[in-house]
């Protein structure tokens, strides 16, 4: 059964950090390629970054250089570190398998990053 539990949001200022987490079911994580994506009010989903099975990863031009996926496999966590915060980067953040998120069938419930200018 899949299950993704996402931690680590929070207030801060404009320019500070946040570490979020995501703690996945083995069935979810299994080294298959994951995602961190965010949604704004009034906006659609998007995605920001990826990581594949081997550790490729990839970026929104929007956080390219600020935010840095990772993983650990061990743990089934996934992480995103977020650098340099800007007010437009506030929004809830949700992790996900790629593979169900483009399915759609499952989300967690997501963890709230706000940045205040």
């Known amino acids: 059964q899949v299950q993704l539990v996402e931690s680590g949001g929070g207030l801060v200022q404009a320019g500070g950090s946040l570490r979020l987490s995501c703690a996945a079911s083995?069935?979810?994580?299994?080294?298959?390629?994951m995602g961190w994506y965010r949604q704004a009010p009034g906006k659609e989903r998007e995605l920001v970054a990826t990581i594949s099975r081997d550790g490729s990863v990839s970026y929104a031009d929007s956080v390219k250089g600020r935010f840095t996926i990772s993983r650990d496999s061990a743990k089934n966590t996934l992480y995103l570190q977020m650098n340099s915060l800007k007010p437009e980067d506030t929004s809830v953040y949700y992790c996900?398998?790629?593979?169900?998120?483009?399915?759609?069938?499952?989300w967690g419930q997501g963890t709230q990053v706000t940045v205040s200018s």
């Open positions: 083995k069935s979810a994580f299994a080294n298959n390629p």
């Open positions: 996900n398998d790629l593979a169900i998120a483009a399915m759609g069938y499952y």
